[in-house]
């Protein structure tokens, strides 16, 4: 008996023993947790087109945006750089899931606003899902004189020279290195310049990224008008390199939309001359810090 | 099966002692063990072009106060920087969060006999151990405060590690935005007894 109470005391000493080694065993949730899927692209734009990428709760993204002349214009052009369209942009996280930007572009001096939110997010582990899905909304105004804007019509009033979109946005981070997204979009301008352009156009985006370092990656966006466009018009698609300096993501590429809001770049690309372009964006933190 | 002959009643008064030795043995163990899952981990790392910092407040510890031993694990997605632009470099392309989920320290306690859970007071604590990050374990040592007050535990404990130790690139690029140092601070406002059933 003594035998065996010694036994028993030895084996269970060693148990516990064993059982020190690692203090955190069981203390620690073991169950696998459910992970959002975030930084499927480096920016809140692919390139010209709205990303499945969101800025955080007070953060205030400063963008510059430059699009040249056309490269073919050679060196009597110096390249497309004598000429150069800009849009400076303001946007605002409100939440991490609402978003606001106003800018505005030389382009015809047009002034433009959305509000975009993520309706929800691509997610791992328990509850996953497969993808994110975002709505963007916006609106942009002509404020240039009626002479000077496209086919130089009679003077338009303040409705003639606005135009509105709503666009879906649904992506997916398939690796670290590879996201893919899809976005229709519903353009609708009160006044068309040309007689066979409709008022209302539907048109398809698309866009990718494949990152090949830490802080670079190949973006790429289109978008085509399914319906309602004018003859004149071809489909923008852009090109370009994401390079990400810790604060600053530059976004250098080429382009042969000039326009850099939706509505521009949807119904004011008219030639498939690529251009040089990038965007330049800071993000800034407001608020008070929480600690 | 539940015959009163002599050899089975033997048995079961084995097995009965085997089962209590058992339970003396854990729950002795157990009581001298503390846990807490909201350990607040923070780093800071200072340039003068850039202030970095990032708060985890679901680290998990465990303190034995008979041996001395004492852990931590901390989840490397759970930090929460200013800019969701930076938590996500962070994971990314700093500490590769999909590949190294968590950070974890093992250590000892050298002096953990002059902690009277039973005395209030102030204890200084030499703590040493192994701390992994990125996949890389290296030896640190920290000076800690544990502050005992009717009973509850509390701790704060402030390291200095080096970044290139642990095997995380800083790129050219960004080079002058991050320290070649990181402060982290390691706060626990409650240590809870271990129980069997936790």
């Keep these: 008996m003594y035998k065996f109470v010694l036994t028993g005391l030895l084996v269970n000493f060693l148990f516990t023993a064993t059982a020190q080694e690692s203090l955190l065993k069981g203390v620690e949730d073991s169950l696998p947790v459910r992970e959002k899927v975030s930084a499927a692209f480096k920016s809140t734009r692919v390139i010209n087109a709205h990303s499945t990428e969101m800025l955080g709760r007070q953060n205030l993204d400063f963008r510059i945006l430059h699009r040249f002349g056309p490269l073919n214009t050679g060196v009597k052009g110096w390249f497309g750089l004598d000429g150069a369209a800009m849009r400076m942009a303001f946007d605002y996280g409100i939440t991490n899931n609402l978003m606001v930007g106003i800018g505005r572009s030389t382009l015809y001096k047009e002034v433009d606003g959305f509000v975009k939110t993520r309706i929800f997010q691509q997610a791992t582990g328990p509850r996953s899902i497969p993808f994110s899905l975002l709505v963007a909304g916006g609106a942009s105004v002509w404020t240039a004189p009626s002479s000077s804007l496209p086919r130089n019509p009679a003077k338009l009033d303040a409705s003639q020279r606005t135009s509105y979109y709503i666009q879906l946005i649904a992506g997916r981070k398939f690796s670290d290195r590879i996201s893919l997204q899809l976005s229709p979009i519903v353009l609708h301008q009160n006044w068309v310049a040309f007689p066979e352009e409709k008022n209302t156009l539907f048109a398809i985006g698309g866009g990718a990224r494949y990152k090949f370092s830490k802080r670079m990656a190949v973006t790429m966006d289109y978008h085509h008008a399914i319906k309602g466009i004018s003859n004149a018009n071809y489909d923008p698609l852009s090109i370009g390199i994401d390079i990400e300096t810790g604060g600053h993501v530059f976004q250098l590429h080429f382009s042969n939309a000039q326009g850099m809001n939706e509505r521009a770049y949807l119904t004011q690309t008219n030639s498939r001359d690529m251009r040089f372009g990038f965007n330049l964006s800071r993000v800034f933190k407001l608020g008070k810090k929480r600690s | ?198």
């Design chain 2, 1 to 198: 099966m539940f015959t009163f002959s002599g050899q089975h009643f033997f048995m079961r008064v084995r097995m009965t002692i085997l089962f209590l030795l058992t339970i003396v043995c854990h729950a002795v163990i157990a009581q001298t063990r503390f846990f807490t899952k909201s350990a607040k981990v923070s780093f800071y790392s200072t340039t003068p072009l850039a202030a970095i910092e990032a708060h985890n407040v679901k680290a998990v510890s465990v303190f034995d106060h008979t041996s001395g031993q004492i852990e931590f694990s901390v989840l490397m997605k759970g930090f929460e920087f200013e800019k969701a632009r930076m938590q996500a470099d962070f994971n990314e392309n700093f500490v590769e969060s999909d590949k190294y989920p968590k950070a974890i320290f093992r250590g000892n306690i050298k002096n953990v006999h002059d902690l009277a859970l039973n005395k209030d007071g102030v204890y200084r604590a030499q703590v040493t151990g192994v701390l992994t990050i990125h996949g890389v374990s290296k030896t640190q040592n920290a000076e800690s405060l544990f502050t005992i007050k009717s009973g509850v535990i509390s701790a704060a404990s402030e390291l200095i590690i080096t970044v290139a130790d642990y095997n995380i690139k800083t790129p050219a690029l960004v080079a002058d935005k991050i320290g070649k140092t990181v402060k982290i601070l390691v706060n626990i406002s409650a240590y809870q007894p271990l129980s069997q059933n936790n």
